[in-house]
Nanobody
Framework: QIQLVESGGGLVQAGGSLRLSCAAS????????MAWFRQAPGKEREFVAA?????YYADSVKGRFTISRDNAKNTVYLQMNSLKPEDTAVYYC??????????????????WGQGTQVTVSS
């Protein structure tokens, strides 16, 4: 059974940093597409960052967030710096076997984690 488990969320002041982790089990995703999405209350789930053929970022996080992976640990990370209150959301890890044509689309991913809450106070 394939599982994605996120961790690292929490409460941080504006300007601070957090690193989210997403540990995969059940199969390795070393060369597959992996991504982070987020969903704030009352809003639709939105793309944050992805690793597929390249790295992809939403404009709102470019230059502040970095996605990376550790193949030995079968884990993908999201380093979030210079956090803003508008970054407050539940952050979800997503994965798909192989590479995806539309890395920014939630429908490209078949595997999802349960989410981890990130709250940025002003």
């Amino acid at each position: 059974q394939i599982q994605l488990v996120e961790s690292g969320g929490g409460l941080v002041q504006a300007g601070g940093s957090l690193r989210l982790s997403c540990a995969a089990s059940g199969r390795t995703f070393n060369n597959d597409a992996m991504a982070w999405f987020r969903q704030a209350p009352g809003k639709e789930r939105e793309f944050v960052a992805a690793l597929s053929r390249s790295e992809y970022y939403a404009d709102s996080v470019k230059g502040r967030f970095t996605i990376s992976r550790d193949n030995a640990k079968n884990t993908v990370y999201l380093q979030m710096n210079s956090l803003k209150p508008e970054d407050t959301a539940v952050y979800y890890c997503a994965a798909q076997t192989g590479l995806v044509l539309l890395p920014r689309s939630p429908s490209s991913y078949g595997y999802w984690g349960q989410g981890t809450q990130v709250t940025v106070s002003s």
